[in-house]
């Protein structure tokens, strides 16, 4: 028999093992506080993986999962956030 069929594989969804190094987050959530309480609201997730291999316990594979959770809108509230602060600057320097 062959490497590959000896070798075992772990799948991780998040969490934390021993043997990998580093902070791992299961989900993280990206949103601004200005998006509580919005019914425009609509998340959007994309999810990275992440490959470590363990020889100290035999040739094993460890896949882990990390999902970041956003909203799909965020980038045009993002441009809506900064305009209105452009203008309420605008409007305090014209009372200044």
């Known amino acids: 028999m062959g490497y ?3 070798r075992r594989i772990m799948i991780q969804i998040g969490g934390d093992l021993d043997i990998l190094k580093g902070e791992r987050k299961m989900i993280e959530l990206h949103v601004k506080e200005y998006c509580k309480n919005c019914i425009e609201f609509e998340p959007e997730t994309q999810t990275y993986t992440n490959e470590t291999y363990d020889f100290k316990r035999g040739p094993e594979v460890i896949v882990s999962a990390n999902t970041s959770v956003t909203c799909k809108h965020a980038q ?3 441009c809506i956030r900064e305009f209105i ?3 309420m600057k605008k409007e305090q320097e014209k009372h200044d």
């Open 4 to 6: 590959a069929e000896h």
């Open 76 to 78: 045009r509230c993002e």
């Open 85 to 87: 602060e452009k203008e």
